[in-house]
């Protein structure tokens, strides 16, 4: 992992992104599929071009190592948790505030503000949703997605048991004509996607729900640790529910963070204090 490794310290050199603080494994994969997607000869020709300052090696490489899979809906029982046992407990809230966070490209963000309307609670929630990919952050900006992509969105809404007076259709405008569908324009008011950078960057406030699922793990364990301690469980509200990945389970530091896991089967926690003593 050395060339990797100086690899990310070059392009933190030559860019306000620093990648260094991630898990080496899942970089060097990265960088593996940047070099043959790039047609470049092995990784030191790619250092050679950091180095020279070749700005749109540097743009493209950062743009490949904050890609993130995701999906409409990604893990449905996930999805039907939050809909049947953690969205009704915000009900009670004037004003809801949700933090989605490594949003990539939205599709998680829509996900949710249908669950949420589904409910009846969209209308006085804000959700803030947040990446360091700027081309994936235009994209959920946009809220519309290639027609190829219907199925997937269409599959996964009928596996949820949600209201049966709510129907896809009723969140989604088609367009034949531009092979897309987009989001209906009262989701997107209620998203307002930035960028923000996990590692580097401060809260952006007081959240009642924040998901944060598979980004975590592309963190080193002690970069984990401080990123849940110094800028995630701070921004949760007295009461507020954090979402995690399968593989994201702090199980072993709940009594160090003043949040607990909800006996769901599944990663989801609850702020349980409103003091934070990390010493």
């Avoid at 367009?175 to 009262?186: A, T």
């Amino acid at each position: 992992f050395l060339l990797s490794e100086l690899i990310l310290f070059t392009l933190q050199r030559r860019s306000d992104y620093d990648f260094t603080r991630y898990a080496i494994a899942a970089m060097d994969r990265r960088i593996e599929r940047f070099i043959k997607e790039q047609g470049l000869a092995d990784k030191k020709a790619l250092l050679e071009a950091l180095i020279e300052g070749d700005e749109q090696c540097i743009q493209s490489l950062i743009q490949t190592l904050t890609v993130t899979y995701t999906r409409f809906f990604r893990d449905t029982d996930y999805f039907q948790l939050l809909n049947d046992e953690v969205l009704p407990q915000l009900k009670a809230y004037p004003s809801i505030r949700v933090w989605c966070m490594a949003c990539s490209s939205g599709e998680e963000v829509y996900s949710l503000a249908v669950l949420l309307d589904g409910i009846g609670i969209l209308g006085k929630t804000r959700i803030i949703a947040t990446d360091i990919n700027t081309r994936a952050l235009a994209i959920a900006s946009n809220g519309a997605y290639e027609l190829s992509r219907l199925d997937e969105l269409k599959n996964s809404f009928r596996d949820l048991k949600l209201p049966a007076d709510k129907t896809l259709l009723d969140y989604i405008d088609i367009s034949e004509q531009h092979q897309q569908f987009q989001f209906s324009n009262k989701l997107r008011k209620a998203c307002k996607f930035t960028e923000h950078n996990l590692v580097l960057d401060g809260s952006l406030g007081s959240f009642h729900l924040i998901c944060c699922r598979n980004v975590l793990i592309y963190l080193k364990p002690e970069e984990q640790d401080r990123v849940t301690r110094e800028l995630i469980v701070p921004s949760l509200e007295l009461g507020g529910y954090l979402m995690l990945g399968e593989a994201e389970n702090l199980k072993t530091n709940e009594h160090l963070l003043d949040i607990t896991k909800l006996d769901l089967g599944r990663n989801i926690y609850r702020n349980s204090a409103g003091d934070y003593n990390f010493d």
